[in-house]
């Protein structure tokens, strides 16, 4: 997404009156995050959203971050030299270079993330009341939490991913676990407050990462797509070339290991062997997406999108019949979707083939919103997709609570103005220290 593209989002949110957050105090903040727009996907959005967000309620805000490469993992066409400067929506983005590994594994994605959190150590800082660090990454992140107490300016840390937890399952060896685990903790006890998106996470920053639970507050992500109303569900569908007949199961997002989507290759596989009518259909990019092609070659119940800007994903979620997440089964709390936020705006039900326990099953049974199937089995999630679909009244009654939670629990007003209070009242921290 360009500028001007993230500008006009903007506007159309202005006209469409959406409330401002409340104003707080106001502060200086240095927001520190390897990713930021035009990255549509990941952490970048709702970083942009927060850096903006804070920029309206009156706060200063500067941010340093990367070059844009995620989900292709490329720097965009455009983005040459060591750094660059921008000014995107009020807020002054400073890019620094960094590696980006052609295929994404352990180890060269550290190297990524220590070359960017070298190059924001290494820069000159400019004068700020605190500083906000985004986690993913989190060894990037060391290096700006180390360079804050040095210069004695508050650090904030906001966790959308465990690295220890994440290594914990997906199968890491005990010793790296364990020394990923003794690594996050200090990084995060350094800080002078930790937010987390989901009181799971808190449970485990606070029980196995040894943060005192005073120093942890959550604040949930919210819903960074604005759907228009104006919208032709008919004439999407045929631009798209879904037929009315096909019951379209859409997952939207990255493509990577942990989302686990062999698992819907080989639901549109027995969708194929048993003509059933489900259509599956993968939106988005990542480091699987060219072995899913492979997987999947053939199979007539199977299709790809590439990654589309804000308004066109939109009218794609919309169109869709029923909405998918997959993860691997072992994943029970290393993260929590943020594809769930938008899919939840759309009305739309929810098919999750998710551990029972896992954070993101927590969060379908709190919105009411989908169904929870077995993520073990191709089978489960195409008759999960079957069963919305032959019962329109249940799926449509799932699809309603899905905005209401939204609105109620993952409302962008309402996670803006408590990180502009928390903020606040750590800069109030060091204001009361001096």
């Known amino acids: 997404m360009t500028t001007q593209e993230f500008q006009r989002a903007n506007a159309v949110d202005r006209v469409a009156g959406r409330a401002e957050p409340v104003r707080t105090s106001r ?3 240095l927001v520190v995050g390897l990713n930021y727009a035009p990255e549509p996907t990941g952490n970048a959005p709702y970083t942009t959203k927060l850096a903006e967000g804070l920029a309206r309620t009156g706060h200063t805000v500067e941010v340093l971050t990367g070059y844009p490469h995620y989900p292709n993992w490329r720097i965009a066409d455009g983005y040459t030299g060591l750094s660059t400067k921008q000014l995107i929506n009020g807020v002054s983005v400073n890019r620094l270079r960094h590696t980006v590994p052609h295929v994404p594994r352990t180890v060269n994605r550290l190297l990524m993330e220590v070359t960017f959190g070298l190059h924001t150590a290494l820069r000159r800082w400019s004068e700020h009341d605190v500083v906000l660090v985004v986690s993913p990454g989190l060894f990037s992140s060391a290096f700006a939490v180390a360079k804050a107490r040095l210069k004695g300016v508050p650090v904030a840390i906001w966790i959308q991913d465990l690295y220890s937890r994440g290594l914990e399952e997906t199968g890491g060896s005990r010793s790296l676990t ?4 003794w690594v996050e903790s200090r990084i995060l006890r350094a800080c002078t407050g930790v937010t987390v998106i989901h009181g799971r996470f808190r449970d485990y920053v606070v029980d196995e990462l040894d943060v005192s639970r005073d120093n942890v507050d959550v604040i949930r992500n919210w819903t960074h797509i604005q759907h228009d109303p104006i919208f032709d569900r008919e004439a999407v569908r045929a631009r798209l070339g879904w037929s009315s007949e096909e019951t379209i199961a859409l997952h939207a997002g990255n493509m990577g290991v942990k989302q686990g989507l062999e698992n819907v290759v080989e639901a549109a596989r027995l969708a194929d062997a048993f003509g ?12 699987r997406r060219e072995a899913l092609h492979v997987a999947g070659e053939g199979i007539r119940s199977l299709s790809f999108l590439k990654p589309l800007g804000d308004r066109e994903y939109s009218e794609a979620l919309r169109a869709a019949d029923v909405l998918i997440v997959n993860e691997r089964p072992e994943l029970r709390e290393m993260s929590v979707p943020s594809k769930l936020t938008s899919y939840f705006a759309t009305g739309l039900p929810v098919v999750a083939a998710t551990h029972s326990e896992s954070a993101t099953a927590d969060e379908i049974r709190a919105s009411g919103a989908g169904i929870l ?3 073990q089995r191709p089978s489960a999630l195409l008759r ?4 919305l679909r032959d019962n329109p009244v249940e799926a449509q009654d799932l699809g309603a609570r899905g905005p209401v939670y939204a609105s109620k629990v993952l409302s962008e007003t309402t996670a803006i103005g408590a990180y502009s209070r928390w903020l606040a009242d750590l800069t109030g921290a060091r204001r009361r220290l001096n």
């Open 178 to 181: 364990k020394a990923m685990k």
């Open 384 to 387: 999960g997709v079957e069963r």
């Open 27 to 29: 502060a200086s903040v």
């Open 373 to 375: 199937v077995d993520p």
């Open 276 to 287: 059933s009518r489900v259509k599956f259909v993968l939106l988005g990019d990542g480091n």
